[in-house]
């Protein structure tokens, strides 16, 4: 079981940045596939960017161009830089691991089993 925990999440106006780290508590495996979630409320949780493994990160559309994922070996992290943020990027922010994934599922949240408590982002107009 890997346990995870996140960080870093807040309020912020439109346009503002935050970044967000999540803690993993085993970190040894290349293929190991992380990533973060998000969900707001009424709406389903859906993939905001994730490794596949040892690629490149994956990300959503929407977040595209604004949102870098980064990992750190040496202190087990995973973080989320979220630049340029908008209103719709409000929810509860979840980091997630799987042993492996394929690629085209690196986003999807059904493909992932072990999650963090979430971090709520706030981004006001």
């Known amino acids: 079981l890997v346990q995870l925990v996140e960080s870093g999440g807040g309020s912020v106006q439109a346009g503002g940045s935050l970044r967000l780290s999540c803690a993993v508590s085993?970190?040894?495996?290349?293929?190991?596939?992380l990533g973060w979630f998000r969900q707001a409320p009424g709406k389903e949780r859906e993939g905001v960017a994730a490794?596949?493994?040892?690629?490149?990160?994956h990300y959503a559309d929407s977040v595209k161009g604004r949102f870098t994922l980064s990992k750190d070996g040496t202190k087990n992290t995973l973080y989320l830089q979220m630049n340029d943020l908008k209103p719709e990027d409000t929810a509860m922010y979840y980091c997630?691991?799987?042993?492996?994934?394929?690629?085209?599922?690196?986003?999807?949240?059904?493909?992932?089993?072990?999650w963090g408590q979430g971090t709520q982002v706030t981004v006001s107009s």
């Open positions: 997630a691991a799987q042993a492996w994934c394929l690629i085209a599922d690196a986003l999807s949240a059904r493909e992932y089993e072990d």
């Open positions: 085993t970190y040894t495996d290349p293929s190991v596939c």
């Open positions: 490794f596949a493994g040892a690629g490149n990160p």
